[in-house]
């Protein structure tokens, strides 16, 4: 398998605010608008702007709403095939398209794998795993190893936590970290994880799902639909 053909994609979409919300794509159909049941909920969007449909390899970009407007390079579109790097502008919202680059460890380990963790730092997606069986320290420098997630921020202590994977479950314990370590907002020291999940560690976001979830397909799948509606906020 090779690495290179191994890629996840997301959109970025900045509010009339300028708050930037992050989507990782991980279904092959989202509904885009400014209402609270869209898949993709963001200000200044009508409230049935778009749809997002993964179809024949490609990501198409169209427009629901015949009087919302979708702008590329100036010109009002109805229907696109998006390419990484492409910035519109939806309403009132400006949305960028970019490929992710799953990190060197996939290769080795997506077959087997049952979990994925996404690394977001700054609003962007920085580095991706495949989890499998084991232990997984996150932590601040050192020298990368499969069993270990470094991270960047200053924030983050060098042995900040351990992730422990075990039959189909995975376990989450702060070590004693400067700063903590957050689940969904509340501080904790020790808890199973209920996948998708979303962690704080610093200025640091890690989302966790489960890819026997994902792999399921576009099914009504209320547990995968819940993370991708939330966005990855500072």
Known sequence: MNVNNLTEFQVILTDPSHKVHVFPLL???YTVGNQHNAD???SGLSMRHAEL???SG???IRKTNPK???LYKGYDISLKKLNSGDELMLGQAKMQFNKIEISENAEKHCKYSR???VVLFDNQVVASYFLNDGKYLIGRGGSQSDQKIILTDEYISRKHALLEVRSG???LKDLGSMNGTYLDETLIEECSLNLPCLLKLGNTRIHIRSLDTISEGYADNN???KMVRGSFEN
Do not use: G, H, P, Q
Request: charged share 30%.
């Open 223 to 225: 547990s995968t639909r």
């Open 58 to 60: 490609d990501w198409m």
């Open 68 to 70: 919302a407007k979708i």
């Open 40 to 42: 993709i909920n963001v």
């Open 27 to 29: 279904e092959i159909y």
């Open 115 to 117: 979990f994925s963790l």
């Open 53 to 55: 449909i993964f179809e």
């Open 169 to 171: 479950k995975i376990k």
